[in-house]
């Protein structure tokens, strides 16, 4: 064994399976389900810096933006109520998932894609129409609890589905079309500015309601998964399900796999107590550390402030749209790469990889803001090729992210969850994802105009604490049938001492030998 994260390299299961056109179909409409975030991560920092937006919504900042240019540039967008439109949807996203735990258990997976695909339709006409900040605010709140739902099911849905060989590129298809919206969304920021008569950001508001329909309409024909048919106990549906999506016509060792993990979770009444115990401490720590460090990256920094960071140090505001669109660009392109790569380099590699390469180009950032900049935040003229070192550095930032801790940050905690907690897992991953873009949102622009340049260094110090987690204490988890994940943590060097009985091989040979599968 490894001294550090992996797992042996010994035979393991093999489930036979093609990645068969209708999987592939599948895995495409449900990974929709991340236009809706993307978009809205897009969008938000590009309509703040539309004057028309601030001035009918946020007069004081508008003010400030077109004030002295010789005060503070870190602290002209300073403002909470600025900032509370921005961030009040993570903090609806943070109560939804939790309620979607339940809708995604009792129900399945694809009515609550389609329940936040309907919530993001509403929160989206409402911003669009909206005349006062309490619509935007209660707009926002409506896309949050779409996000919410979408965010618990669609990762869950996608590992369930695809055959395990492929389930890191097509899990990934989730982070792809996260980084689509917000390409799309730029583009969109961009030549809707330049709409004469200054009600461009309504389109780029109400153009929500475009993935919101996509989603919505694509969830009415997608099949639920094998997974959650058997959970809520429709067997021979599930079987024809699970024949059609693997192109074979025996799935029996599958199937019976799928039933005995079924059954294992059944003896399981309160999932979400359950999650304290012992045996589930392995996975705790991927459902909460994971995302909390995903956030502490500072990509949403990059995302939903590009726009107002890149006017922060000397853009003009056409070039300011359009560095957050080449930013975009970078972001779908380097997910390419993690898709090709995911299921041959590994899960740890991109991780480890991706790390050391934000952390140098924070630095970097760091030290070219702060050389121009220095404390008093007037950088008098900028050279035009200062500004383009600090866009390229940024890029590369951006592509570390878009191929590592982007998309391994919902992969990875999707995959690992056994049935019986997977639901009420999931949705711990997602609150706690949502509770910290909701801080990290919250208290950015603060941040800015108090930390200045070394808000980078404070994000690049959290880079340094969540790779040497991943080096220790993350295990690879490539190839591994995700019935089968629990040899992954048995195997482990830390966390094998959290295993119980109940996950040894001799019980679940027990199980499958019990009366539960003999009725299947």
């Excluded at 010789?70 to 602290?75: D, G, K, L």
């Amino acid at each position: 064994m490894p001294a550090v994260g992996g797992i042996p390299t010994g035979p393991g299961k093999e489930y036979p399976g093609n990645l068969t056109p209708n999987v592939i179909v599948t895995c495409v409409v449900a990974a929709m389900g991340g236009l809706i975030f993307g978009y809205d991560l897009g969008i938000s920092g590009g309509v703040t810096l539309m004057d028309p937006f601030l001035l009918k919504f946020f007069p004081k900042v508008y003010r400030s933006k077109h004030g002295d240019s010789s005060t503070n540039q870190y602290c002209q967008f300073n403002s909470q109520t600025l900032t509370m439109f921005t961030s009040s949807l993570y903090l609806a996203a943070l109560l939804s998932s939790l309620v979607a735990s339940t809708v995604t258990r009792k129900f399945g997976r694809k009515p609550s894609m389609l329940l936040g695909g309907m919530l993001f339709f509403a929160g989206a006409l409402l911003n669009g129409f909206a005349q006062a900040v309490w619509m935007l605010i209660v707009g926002r709140i409506l896309l949050g609890f779409g996000i919410g739902f979408a965010n618990q099911s669609v990762p869950l849905y996608l590992s369930e589905t695809a055959p395990y060989k492929y389930r890191g590129a097509l899990n990934i298809g989730f982070q792809l079309s996260i980084t689509v919206g917000i390409l799309v969304a730029n583009v969109l920021n961009y030549f809707f500015a330049k709409i004469h008569g200054g009600w461009g950001w309504r389109l780029s508001l109400g153009g929500a309601i475009v993935p919101a329909i996509i989603l919505t309409v694509g969830s009415l024909f997608l099949p639920d998964t094998p997974n959650s048919l058997i959970e809520r106990g429709n067997m021979e549906d599930a079987r024809e399900k699970l024949k059609r999506i693997r192109g074979l016509e025996n799935v029996d060792e599958e199937f019976n796999d799928l039933v005995m993990a079924s059954e294992l979770s059944k003896q399981v009444e309160h999932p979400w107590r359950n999650l304290l115990q012992r045996k589930y401490r392995p996975h705790m720590a991927v459902a909460t550390l994971i995302p909390f460090f995903q956030q502490f990256t500072g990509i949403n920094v990059i995302t939903f402030y590009a726009p107002v960071l890149f006017k922060t140090i000397g853009f003009g505001d056409d070039a300011s749209l359009m560095s957050s669109v080449i930013t975009g660009l970078v972001n779908v392109i380097a997910t390419l790469v993690s898709i090709y790569g995911v299921d041959k380099w590994g899960r740890r590699f991109l991780f480890l990889e991706g790390g050391a390469q934000m952390l140098i180009c924070q630095i970097i950032v760091a030290a070219c803001i702060g050389a121009k900049f220095g404390i008093n935040g007037n950088p008098g003229e900028l050279p035009n090729w200062y500004a383009i070192v600090v866009v390229l550095f940024i890029c590369i930032y951006v592509a570390a992210f878009a191929w590592s801790w982007g998309p391994l940050g919902w992969l990875v905690p999707s995959e690992v969850f056994p049935l019986e907690i997977r639901s009420a897992a999931q949705s711990i991953n997602v609150s706690v994802n949502m509770v910290f873009t909701f801080l990290v949102a919250q208290i950015f622009l603060n941040m800015l105009c108090h930390l200045k340049f070394g808000l980078f260094l404070f994000f690049a110090f959290f880079v340094v604490v969540m790779t040497i987690y991943i080096y220790y204490f993350l295990p690879e988890t490539k190839n591994i049938p995700i019935e089968e994940m629990n040899q992954v943590w048995r195997s482990h060097w830390f966390w094998a001492k959290f295993m119980t009985e109940e996950f040894s091989n001799g019980n679940v040979e027990m199980l499958k030998g019990g009366q539960a599968l003999k009725n299947v």
